[in-house]
């Protein structure tokens, strides 16, 4: 694809989630794998991990009965979420969820860290963020539940698929049409947690 066709996708999509109301274009991407994975289902309690400015949670809080979003940056109200102000990578993060719901059907996370440039660096933060968001979806998945989980890309990349395979019955990687084509963002898709089966 060319640049120019990649920035006119994108374009396509920025402008599409205005005329929607979305609050972000990734609004989309989430779409996307929902319509391919069925991650969500009626009623379903989700944890929204970097969920602001808030487009997953506006998806998500079409079929959840409730959504706790987390992120360390302000997110404006939004019916159905509760909002969680904090670091997914810090141990009271837990805490602070567990004061909203007990466990969750699904964990999201669109958690991105600042970019550096330097893309060793960078990725390795997404892992790590992935990590985090792994061990929350541990902690608050009930048996049967599902993950989804942006990665970048890299060195790091296939340990921490293997560790998510341990964990779920079914386990994809995904790029959704909505992802911009020079990124090197996958969204991992995991099914069917096993509660009994925890590493
Ligand atoms: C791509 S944006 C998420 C967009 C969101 N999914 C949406 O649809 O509106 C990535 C988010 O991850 C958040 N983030 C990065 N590191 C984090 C951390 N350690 N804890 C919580 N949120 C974090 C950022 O603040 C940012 O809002």
Same mark, same amino acid.
């Given at each position: ?20 109301? #979305? ?9 996307? $794998?929902?319509?391919? #994975?069925? %991650?969500?289902?009626?009623?379903? $309690? ?15 809080? @079409?079929?959840?009965?409730?959504? %706790? ?37 699904? %964990? $999201? ?9 330097? #893309? ?30 942006? $990665?970048?890309?890299?060195?790091? #990349? ?12 079914? %386990? ?8 911009? @084509? ?18």
């Amino acid at each position: 694809m060319t640049r120019w066709y990649a920035e006119r996708k994108r374009d396509h999509y920025y402008k599409e989630a205005k005329k929607q109301g #979305y609050r972000a274009r990734s609004a989309f991407k989430l779409l996307q $794998i929902q319509n391919r #994975y069925r %991650v969500l289902k009626k009623g379903c $309690i989700v944890i929204d991990l970097g969920a602001s400015p808030g487009g997953w949670s506006q998806i998500a809080a @079409k079929y959840a009965s409730v959504v %706790v979003a987390v992120d360390l940056q302000p997110m404006k109200p939004l019916d159905k979420v509760i909002f969680v102000k904090g670091d997914i990578t810090k141990d009271e993060i837990i805490e602070k969820i567990g004061e909203h719901i007990d466990e969750a059907d699904v %964990v $999201i996370s669109d958690a991105s860290p600042n970019i550096t440039g330097n #893309y060793t660096m960078d990725q390795a933060r997404s892992v790590w963020l992935c990590e985090n968001a792994l061990k929350i979806a541990k902690h608050f998945l009930r048996d049967g539940g599902n993950f989804v989980c942006k $990665i970048f890309e890299g060195e790091d #990349y296939p340990a921490f698929l293997e560790k998510v395979r341990k964990n779920f019955r079914m %386990v994809k990687a995904h790029s959704p049409q909505a992802s911009r @084509k020079q990124s090197s963002e996958i969204y991992i898709i995991a099914k069917g947690f096993r509660r009994d089966f925890i590493i």
